[in-house]
Nanobody
Framework: QVQLVESGGGLVQAGGSLRLSCAAS????????MAWFRQAPGKEREYVAR????????RYSDSVKGRFTISRDNAKNTVYLLMNSLKPEDTAVYYC???????????????WGQGTQVTVSS
């Protein structure tokens, strides 16, 4: 089992950048596919990006491709999301999640953090 704690959210102007971090407890972090999801007010939680266990493979939703970068440091039990060229529509609570299965389906992910708020002003 793994516990996840996100940090790094905040208020930023459109066009700016933020880096989110997600620290994991436990010794099995490297055995999980890790992902970021987000949930805007009044909307369903949606997939943002995922990264393979080794970090060698990354995938992104079309809405963030080319602007966001997911990475992980297994020695530090941490996954990151670097967000560049932020837009007001990126405003949401961002969640990191861990899975034994992977993919972009929310139900595949068993472990979730509490979320961190990202607000992008226009």
């Amino acid at each position: 089992q793994v516990q996840l704690v996100e940090s790094g959210g905040g208020l930023v102007q459109a066009g700016g950048s933020l880096r989110l971090s997600c620290a994991a407890s436990g010794r099995t972090f490297s055995s999980y596919v890790m992902a970021w999801f987000r949930q805007a007010p009044g909307k369903e939680r949606e997939y943002v990006a995922r990264i393979s266990r080794s970090g060698s493979i990354t995938r992104y939703s079309d809405s963030v491709k080319g602007r966001f970068t997911i990475s992980r440091d297994n020695a530090k039990n941490t996954v990151y999301l670097l967000m560049n060229s932020l837009k007001p529509e990126d405003t949401a609570v961002y969640y990191c999640a861990g899975s034994n299965q992977g993919g972009d389906v929310l139900s595949n992910y068993d472990y979730w953090g509490q979320g961190t708020q990202v607000t992008v002003s226009s």
